[in-house]
């Protein structure tokens, strides 16, 4: 299996920061990553794509990038609805896996 | 607008099965694009999210080896409906339980899930 570690696994900022979240594969997985974002009591939502690519609907200030073995979310300015859990995961095979979670608080 | 809604019972005692059902609106699977799979995934109260498995809608399966031994997800495209059911349960399947469109083909993505049912394994 494809083991995912996600870092930090908390993260205290402020509105308005920019900040950024890292991804690392077990082993090379191309751009098979993607990015979802959960809040408390509910599904978690797709934000990026193929590593880089914005779900539609998803605003702007989000964005991905990586390929390989480490990948990276960032949110270029902190809004309020943004505190909430992030996710990655890789489609690169079988059984599809996911990171641990970074969670997001108010500082 | 694809909606996906779990349906079950909440409390299953150890060893027995655990039995879930999604019920898809807004979409068909069976006139689904080639690309979908109907799948599930689980999240453990406070931990991390599982990849289940999935099916196509011609009845292909793909399942986590971890439960490969335990898991059958199962589709009835005339109710538009998929299920799972996992055998010999443990308080380790408490979890939240998401029914899940995966977009199978590149790039490979879950982008629906449901809202999500919370299945406490206990006597």
Known sequence: DIEMTQSPSSLSASVGDRVTITCRASQSISTYLNWYQQKPGKAPKLLIYAASSLQSG?????????SGTLFTLTISSLQPEDFATYFCQQSY?????FGGGTKMEIK | QLQLQE??????????????TCTVSGDSISGSSS????????????????????IYHSGSTDYNPSLKSR????????????SL??????????????????FGSWPDYF??????????VSS
Do not use: M
Request: net charge positive.
């Open chain 2, 7 to 20: 349906s079950g019972p909440g409390l299953v005692k150890p060893s027995e099965t655990l039995s879930l």
């Open chain 2, 71 to 82: 898991v059958t997800i199962s589709v009835d495209t005339s109710k538009n409906q998929f």
């Open chain 2, 35 to 54: 690309s979908f799979y109907w799948g599930w995934v689980r999240q453990a109260p406070g931990k991390g999210l599982e990849w289940i498995g999935n």
């Open chain 1, 58 to 66: 998803v605003p702007s200030r989000f964005s991905g990038s990586g």
């Open chain 2, 111 to 120: 982008d629906h899930w449901g809202q999500g049912t919370l299945v406490i």
């Open chain 1, 93 to 97: 095979s079988n059984p599809l896996t």
């Open chain 2, 85 to 102: 059911r996992l055998t010999s349960v443990t308080a380790a399947d408490t979890a939240v339980y998401y029914c899940v469109r995966r």
